[in-house]
């Protein structure tokens, strides 16, 4: 029952953080990620129990069906997402939180070949991007994001973006002008994931001062309000009607049906 419900939680993280899964059966027979996280569990638990070599075997078993390689001593928590596999590296003594996800080509890794912790230790809710290497025992807070292609070599506090070779910060969830963006970017219904000022995607350095604007205006505009309010006016009583992205999301989708319809009814003989 324990592993049932540990298969039943896996399946619902992927469906939470990839839009492509479609069904349940599709996600337990072609998620490569899945399969290697559940062959983990089976050599994890034959590696506690001094079964080392047999452990390696299931472990390079499941290495062979789906590219991913899970040291049987890794310390895994819950709903743990591998995102297209192929490529991944975990090594012994790495240890990584619940709710964590990591995409193709990521190493955790070790910068020594002495015995003893060697391997990285990732938090709650951290998400590396696809080839990013995280070598040495080095500690990744809880709720960090870890570009693609960065190199880590160093502790990455709670809530930081580190992108780069080395890896850098730019961004920290505890600085005051990200907390507003995170907040801002929740109110219009999208991610502001990596939107720091020093970023050097001009996209996302744009959303970022998009973000620092509409701030400071609502802000300006809350002081005006409650001035005038004060002196017996009534401004701004009503609440402004929320903005869903998601309905321009729908919208768009039954836009792109339509086209695809009329394009399917076309008849190029005619």
């Not at 580190?162 to 910060?169: E, M, N, S, T």
């Amino acid at each position: 029952m324990y592993m049932l419900s540990r298969i039943r939680e896996d399946i619902k993280s992927v469906f939470d953080r990839d839009p492509a899964a479609r069904t349940t059966f599709e996600v337990l027979t072609n998620y490569p990620g899945l399969h290697a996280i559940w062959g983990h569990c089976i050599s994890n638990w034959l590696w506690q129990r001094k079964l080392k070599w047999l452990a390696r075997t299931v472990s390079t078993l499941f290495r062979w069906l789906t590219g991913v390689e899970i040291h049987p001593g890794a310390t895994i928590g819950r709903r743990f997402f591998i995102d297209h596999g192929m490529g991944i590296v975990i090594g012994e003594t790495a240890e990584i939180g619940n709710d964590c996800t990591v995409y193709h080509g990521v190493t955790l890794g070790g910068t020594s070949w002495s015995a003893g912790k060697r391997h990285p230790t990732l938090e709650n809710n951290v998400v590396i991007g696809a080839g990013a290497k995280v070598l040495g025992p080095l500690n990744v807070g809880a709720n960090a994001r870890i570009g693609s292609n960065a190199v880590v070599v160093k502790d990455v506090p709670e809530g930081a973006t580190v992108i780069g070779i080395p890896g850098r910060i730019v961004s920290n969830s505890k600085d005051p002008s990200a907390s507003e963006r995170s907040k801002l970017a929740s109110k219009y219904g999208f991610d502001a994931y990596a939107v720091a000022s020093d970023n050097p995607d001009p996209v996302a350095k744009a959303i970022g001062r998009v973000l620092d604007h509409v701030q400071l205006m609502d802000s300006k505009l809350q002081e005006v309000t409650k001035a005038v309010n004060e002196v017996g006016g009534k401004v701004c009583e009503e609440e402004l009607p929320p903005l869903r992205v998601s309905e321009f999301v729908e919208d768009e989708k039954a836009a792109a049906n339509r086209r695809k319809s009329e394009k399917e009814s076309f008849d190029p003989t005619i």
